[in-house]
């Protein structure tokens, strides 16, 4: 286990979480930084064999002009989020790794999306079968020429719109064909991606609502290839705190008469937001679980504004009204206010070793216990508790404690 | 089980909590309001054998001129909480049980308590042994006049000063000899009014931070005398947001750095503890569980301040700084706005319903499953998460159905 | 003095505001509420020769099935608002105010506002003068009937969409030639009241945004008929916030990045607003007054939600990030919990006796004077500081101090 | 004036809001940051003849081991509050001004102040008048070796305890009898550095509610001196929103039930202020003026706690209960979330310039004029309406137009 040496993919790594993620791991490998904000680094957690960050080599597609070091810097300069001297002293090994990103693959993208694409050795797939094949070979090239056990894929760029599901997603070889003959408007560029992964043999995980590698086609291929997936959408505030105070309305049987919730923020992510198309995706990501958890549905509202001057700074407002015994109203506000990418960095490399570790112990497909992790868990999950939710992820890990 | 009829005594009968308890009772027996903020009545609690609101005859100690009906109109006309065609619907049901309401005794009081006590009636007792026997004779006139099968007995009263432990408070037969020689400042009055039920063997269920009944030799006596016991403080506002809100922390490994939480509100109990003797049990009560919870302690504050105009809606704001990943720093607030009597009410339903069936059941002394109602849970629990209290209860309700 | 009888009539009576306006007058006319909320009734204001509340006789227009009785009775039921013995010792006068409320005037409405037309006596104009025609029948009868020296009418109805100036409304012969044709599209039903009202010879308030008198022509109009304007758009909550925070910020020097609001509401008001058309206009005049303040324009956004069970609680989360010295960005936020008809009313109430005494004064036609009352003042009104406001309103006021 | 230098002497050099200032001062004069945050560099106060940042040169006493660089670097690093290549820019203009600072001189400082003191060659003085000469004799050779026109004093030490006035505070003659026989207990330390500023002709600005110069003695000092006088105690947060909020209540005419203001921060003056004998003279002069403004005295609370993890961000939640129209109650609430030395160093600037330019206009003893800077305003200024006190501020310096 000394000598292994794995791999990171960031798809969209120069973006607020993906360089964060990079930051992050160099600093840990250094010693630089606690293990804080990591689930993986609980006392519970020691010894189940994940890879420490010392093993990792970072990589990643990215179809804008940066890089780890420009990203990380202009992420402190504009929101004064970092130690300075952790920047320096990582400096280095953020740009070896800067080395190892290549240009990204457009594929019909939208004009939100593709206003972003300024780096000028972007690529532009017209057939999927291709693009495909130009993200293998990256992800191929990656592992050999750092000569790596293992990679594990994660998507953290931009969100996509909402992609309509078509019956061609639910058959494994209906889908294949379809991309031999190379449909529009068949998948979404995210899709592509995890196709990639999953036939390279890399766990995939998608760290955003995008449509990625959550249909029945896609899962059934990553059984057949071996490939655990993990996904989607990192659950990193607002969402998370629905999932921790929800529950408590429900116990107490308080009934919830309306939670409205104001999200603003001004990084790209919010950005790429303010386009309703791409927004509606993650409101439904957002929404839907304070139904679930309660089991009625009160009136919900959810809002994403892009409000540049906050950078990464997301800031939530939510108001909960609610009535109580004898029918009294009464209400409970809440100030989310947390800095997006550190918020997600953590949760990033925490999916990314339990990705790695199950690989090794031969679990396939989607991973229904990481629910904890995401605001539309994969795996048909139907738990939105978060208290539940932690107590599934401590059982899938302590009760097979096998280490590879 | 259809004939059975229960009594509730409640100590401090009159107050916001006690007289709103009697109103919520009435209204529900007539049908005029839904169980809203009973956990006894939710679903997976059905068919448990739970007394019927209609079952249950309300009276209680008061040391103040007041009735139920006054109580809540002067509560509804102060803070507008109640809708007024209910409190008209009850009004002959709560002047019934107002006729059960008997003049409270007291024994060496401080005097922010006894300045409370305008009842012209109001017994003052020199020695403990004729406390408890005044009490235990209205408890027992109380069951026989209304040919009730059980009573509970519940503390309401207003929060008394901590109360220093002594070696006489751990053992049963010490105790008894110190009650009988009468020593000053041997117990608080609410541990006279605990011993009285023990002793008329009906359960007590302790909804404040008081002395009651929390100590080895009390324990002792009510597993002789068959009684099950309960409390103490409820958790309603504030100490319930922390027990849901810190294990999120904990479970994301996030640091808390500092909890601050500031309290104001204006009902009696605010008043009461405004005197800094009364304030620091409270305060203690809602700050210890912060670190349980952890595993570490953060700096803390809490507050408590007594703003006549709030009434009974007892407002909170929290401000949680917290590190997370590479070290930034990041805040939650939290604004609870409820009405402390409408909050406190279902709960002491709750357990008293859950008290009496113990008592059918044959338990006695301390039940511990019951953390999840309050702040300082009796019998030695050490688990302060909401989620997992809430877990215990439901093992303890439903690993036991039996029905009497 | 003391045996002047004046009359106010509301266009939209039954609406929240209508009728708590309507109560508020009854209840101070019977010395059973002080007159808090109302500017007219400071110190510094005192004997300037105001209308005392018992001079007043109310009534109005309204196109719902409704009564002030019913409407105040359903807002305290639903939103606890009142004190119950008020409603009582009210119920008489507002039943026989209510016999003065006549069925409102349908002029090409969208289907939001038609859909609240539910009184099946409602009167739909096909031509606008026979609209105008109409409704002042209506006025002169209520003047004539209740022998009143003088009539004040009021616009509280549901907000219009914004409606598009042309130039037929900066001529007031081009306007007339135009209303006499007849042309479609060229008034909103607003300005049919706002004429009416003027052709009577009656002082115009215009609490809301729409169109109403804010146009050269109806202003000529009023000059000519001797008839005092005010409006518009009542500054009740968030704005009035910003009204007074924004100078502060300026002062200061500190430089605001962005300003966000979130609103939600549940009355009549929010389901109107829940209209994109109605909304947008609202929107308009709560946002423009930052920019005019600063000197410069920040990123800002206005949000207005409907909240069904916050019914006439309306609710303002603002969120101002700002830069202090040497480029640190800092925070401010606020959260506004008001009762919407109980900020308004008062507003009403002082301008319409502003107005009363203005028109015995000879003023004919916009007092700008008045900008403190509205969100979008009319009258060319460039100051929207909230000081500055009113101390505009103490120089009209008290610079003009003799009584008719 | 071109060739004017003028000095800033700060008595606590190295606390946060000194530091902050000579950062501030040195950034100006290179053109690295534009005066965010002063009100002497609005557009209407342009060619008023205040000094540039470039005529600063910058000492001070301290009584802590400290500097300039060291102080800002570890602000910086705590609270990450500055933007890092300003830090590296001014680094050598600090390191030069740092050697300016003089040790501090101790006079009965109690145990929490004296703690503060770990600079070696701090100087303990046992009669004031020794106190006095050798702060004056720092002042003076600050003045000469740097050949500067002009100095003005700034006291922005920690603050002190309440001091009772005495009769020989109010007469200068019997004052100096005292000062002469250096009887015990007669003037706290800020006193003492004041009277030095005062006997060398330098202008005197005191940024804390320590005593000062502010009593009948001192200031009959200053007039013969020829001396003009500024304060007390900045300004900069929750008093601020205070001196805004009030005036629209009391112009709204709404009732202010209770006022509550809840304060947490983390710095040295938190600390200090964490002595109730400290904190009392604080509170006091935040509380004072809402009674003041309205004309009524609601309830009010004001609490300062200490909360070490929040370093310079001094975080407040106000909640203002309030009855409107018909007795209905509402609320506002507001978290204003501000770096402490960052609000208070462009103030401190502010007033230094206006002082220098005031003593070239031959003015002496306190300005008043200047109450829109200070929660404790001197000179007998009964005005706390932020607006009016604005507006005396542009009286004053708009009034006197002529540029020595």
Not at 190 to 199: C, D, R
Not at 361 to 387: C, R, W, Y
């Amino acid at each position: 286990m000394a000598d292994r040496r794995v791999g990171l993919w960031l798809i969209g790594a120069c973006g607020g979480v993906g360089s964060t993620t990079a930051l992050g791991l160099a600093a840990m490998a250094k010693g630089l930084t606690p293990p804080v904000g990591l689930a993986t680094a609980l006392p519970q957690f020691a010894d189940l064999g994940f890879d420490a960050a010392a093993a990792f080599v970072v990589g990643g597609h990215d179809i804008r002009q940066s890089s780890f070091v420009r990203s990380v810097a202009e992420l402190h300069s504009r929101a004064n989020v970092f130690a300075d001297p952790l920047l320096t002293a990582c400096r280095e090994t953020l740009e070896a790794w800067g080395d190892n990103i290549r240009p990204g693959v457009l594929y019909q993208a939208n004009s939100t999306l593709a206003a972003l694409a300024d780096r000028p050795d972007v690529r532009i797939a017209v057939k999927p079968k291709a693009a495909i094949a130009m993200i293998r070979a990256d992800l191929e090239a990656f592992k050999s020429a750092n000569k790596l056990d293992q990679v594990v894929v994660v998507n953290v760029a931009s969100t996509e719109p909402s992609f309509p599901s078509s019956p061609y997603h639910d058959s494994a070889m209906g889908f294949q064909d379809m991309l031999d003959r190379g449909d529009v408007g068949l998948v979404p560029t995210s899709t592509l991606y995890s196709l990639a992964a999953i036939e390279a043999g890399m766990p995939y995980l998608n760290g955003t609502p995008s449509l990625g590698a959550s249909f029945p086609a896609a899962e059934a291929l990553a059984r057949s290839q071996k490939v655990p997936l993990a996904g989607q959408d990192f659950k990193t505030g607002e969402t998370l705190m629905k999932a921790v105070l929800a529950p408590m309305f429900a116990r107490r049987n308080l009934k919830v008469l309306s939670w409205v919730g104001h999200n603003i923020l001004g990084n790209r992510d919010g950005q790429v937001l303010n386009d309703p198309a791409n927004k509606s995706s993650k409101i439904k990501s957002k929404d839907a679980l304070i139904a679930a958890i309660l089991g009625y549905k009160p009136q919900t509202h959810v809002s994403i504004e892009y409000v540049e001057s906050l950078d990464d700074w997301k800031t939530a407002w939510d108001h909960i009204h609610y009535e109580g015994f004898l029918g009294t109203k009464m209400t409970l506000q809440f100030t989310w206010q947390g800095c997006d990418s550190v918020l997600a960095a953590p949760l990033l490399l925490d999916v990314a070793r339990i990705l790695l570790r199950a690989q090794r112990n031969g679990e396939t497909g989607s991973i229904s216990d990481l629910a904890v992790f995401f605001k539309s868990p994969m795996g048909g999950v139907t738990e939105h508790q978060f208290a539940e939710q932690f107590t599934m992820l401590e059982r899938y890990l302590l009760g097979s404690q096998s280490t590879p």
